[in-house]
């Protein structure tokens, strides 16, 4: 079960004829983790935290931020030591062996195709409600939400996911400024959003505080862990950061603690606003977001409540008076987040192609095409999944979905950092996980009880998955596999030895938002 494990050696050949400059400091890596922390999560999950939590969800902030602080801090050494694409897989795989790595790689194409259909769903919620004030037309809710969510089918999310695909087959290349400035504009809207909602908050808005208890609490904190991931854009810069063992910390923890305070000023912002208080049943139970009977009951009446609203940014400024603001927000939105689906799909078919590589998925996987010169093959079946996805299935489901694979990815790569420190002591570390005793048990028990707070479709759901990943793997994958058939892995730029026809994906660029 663990003996077939890819040499760590052979792994890091390429990187080290690859070395990267050191340029990075504390600074540049926190505004790095800003970057790419803040964006979906908060745009399309305070209305699913408000239902589970109420304006306890300012502590599901806090609980999940924690948690991937110290999931960052195992990232961040394993990062350092094996600075190559593959990301969690490519570690498990050196560590822990063949089965365990196919899992990780397993649950991170869970990961990045639900995700990317989670925000093809907030994408349509805030485009349909632009549309539908701006322009004061009615589009109808069957045309506009999944079966879940009172309606028949998601065309918009679907028609967005269909246009990404499109944009990765033809091979468009997503700039770095680009981002950036898509960066500055959802931190913008965000900004924007604080300064006129906080002013006009009112205490009583906080009470009850907690209304469904600390479960639900914690229920929150594992949809709302989806707005955090991200953080290991920093991480994976551990090879071009200038003294990592100091600022590697920095970056991380400060890049994640003030992501935290924009949270909870944006939660508090709802909460102290507009309210954010459950949508209870008739015995006083909190109904599931995104079930058919919340939908129901904010059909009765009229989506007057935040845990109601598809876009719940835009809807908190037009019921406070700021109605054009509202729609800025949510063209802010329309405009920001096909980069992240686009990125979600990019990975997706990044880990899909690295798997296939290694003889773990079928050469097909890989197929170039020859006009192109991307990976059209994956990349139209990655499509297709996510639209699929989008179409009928409600965000907060889809959200928890994704959790559930990056906690399963998360937790491997947090006990993979405690076995390699037994297995392989003296091993170069540029980044060494501070209190390693202490932080990757705390990683570890922190994403197991997130994991236990995602509601029981998901978990469900992750555990078919995984057990349809085992059948693949004994069924085919086991037998053709590189490192089980002894074929030695061949890297570019090896003395004597002509570079694999590897062809490049396109924008090899960070495939976080």
């Known amino acids: 079960m663990f003996g077939r494990v890819k040499s760590l050696d052979a792994i890091l050949a390429t990187a080290e004829k690859k070395s990267l400059h050191r340029s990075l400091g504390a600074f540049q890596l926190t505004m790095l983790g800003i970057g790419a922390v803040i964006g979906t999560g908060i745009f399309v999950l305070t209305a699913?935290?408000?239902?589970?939590?109420?304006?306890?969800?300012?502590?599901?902030?806090?609980?999940?931020?924690?948690v991937c602080a110290v999931a960052a801090l195992c990232y961040a050494e394993m990062a350092a030591m094996v600075p190559v694409s593959g990301s969690a897989y490519t570690y498990s795989y050196a560590v822990m062996g063949e089965l365990i790595a196919w899992m990780v790689g397993w649950a991170l194409i869970l990961e990045y195709a639900v995700a990317a259909g989670a925000v093809s769903v907030g994408w349509s919620g805030y485009v349909v409600?632009?549309?539908?004030?701006a322009l004061s037309i009615?589009?109808?809710?069957?045309?506009v939400r999944g079966p879940y969510d009172g309606g028949m089918i998601n065309l918009p999310a679907m028609l967005i996911a269909g246009l990404v695909t499109w944009l990765l087959v033809i091979g468009t290349r997503e700039s770095a400024s680009v981002n950036a400035v898509l960066v500055a504009?959802?931190?913008?809207?965000?900004?924007?959003?604080?300064?006129?909602?906080?002013?006009?908050?009112?205490?009583?808005?906080?009470?009850?505080?907690?209304?469904l208890g600390f479960g639900g609490i914690g229920a929150a904190a594992a949809s709302i862990f989806f707005a955090y991931v991200g953080f290991d854009a920093v991480s994976t810069a551990a090879e071009e950061t200038k003294n990592p063992q100091r600022n590697m910390p920095i970056g991380l923890i400060g890049s994640l603690g003030i992501c935290t305070i924009f949270?909870?000023?944006?939660?508090?912002?709802?909460?102290?606003?507009?309210?954010?208080?459950?949508?209870?049943?008739?015995?006083?139970?909190?109904?599931?977001?995104?079930?058919?009977?919340?939908?129901?009951?904010?059909?009765?009446?009229?989506?007057?409540?935040?845990?109601?609203?598809k876009e719940a940014l835009a809807w908190t400024l037009r019921e406070i008076g700021w109605p054009q603001i509202g729609n800025l927000i949510g063209l802010a939105a329309g405009l920001a987040l096909p980069s992240v689906i686009l990125m979600m799909m990019f990975g997706q078919t990044r880990i899909f192609f690295v798997m296939s590589r290694d003889g773990l998925l079928p050469e097909s996987f890989s197929k170039i095409h020859p006009r192109y010169n991307t990976p059209y093959f994956i990349t139209i079946i990655t499509g297709i999944g996510v639209a699929l996805f989008a179409a009928f299935f409600p965000v907060g489901l889809l959200a928890n979905i994704s959790n559930s694979g990056t906690l399963f990815a998360f937790a491997a790569v947090s006990i993979a950092v405690l076995v390699i420190r037994?297995?392989?002591?003296?091993?170069?570390?540029?980044?060494?996980?501070?209190?390693?005793?202490?932080?990757?048990?705390?990683?570890?028990?922190?994403?197991?009880?997130?994991?236990?707070?995602?509601?029981?479709?998901?978990?469900?759901?992750?555990?078919?998955?995984?057990?349809?990943?085992?059948?693949?793997y004994y069924a085919y994958s086991r037998s053709r596999s590189?490192?089980?058939?002894g074929r030695v892995e061949v890297h570019e730029g090896d003395p004597g030895i002509p570079p694999q026809p590897v062809p490049p994906l396109p924008g090899d660029t960070d495939i976080n938002d």
């Open 48 to 66: 699913e935290a408000a239902q589970k939590a109420g304006p306890g969800m300012m502590i599901s902030f806090i609980i999940a931020g924690f």
């Open 138 to 143: 009615d589009i109808p809710d069957m045309l």
């Open 482 to 485: 590189h490192v089980g058939l």
């Open 185 to 211: 504009i959802k931190v913008s809207a965000l900004t924007l959003f604080i300064i006129l909602a906080v002013p006009v908050m009112k205490m009583e808005n906080f009470e009850p505080f907690s209304p």
């Open 422 to 472: 037994r297995t392989d002591p003296s091993r170069h570390r540029p980044f060494r996980t501070p209190a390693i005793m202490l932080t990757a048990p705390l990683s570890i028990a922190g994403c197991l009880y997130l994991f236990y707070k995602l509601d029981v479709k998901s978990q469900i759901l992750f555990a078919i998955w995984a057990v349809v990943g085992l059948v693949v």
């Open 263 to 309: 949270y909870l000023l944006v939660a508090a912002g709802v909460i102290g606003s507009v309210g954010a208080q459950p949508v209870m049943d008739a015995a006083g139970a909190g109904l599931e977001p995104g079930s058919r009977e919340l939908a129901a009951q904010c059909a009765a009446i009229a989506d007057q409540s935040v845990v109601c609203s």
């Open 129 to 133: 409600g632009l549309i539908e004030n």
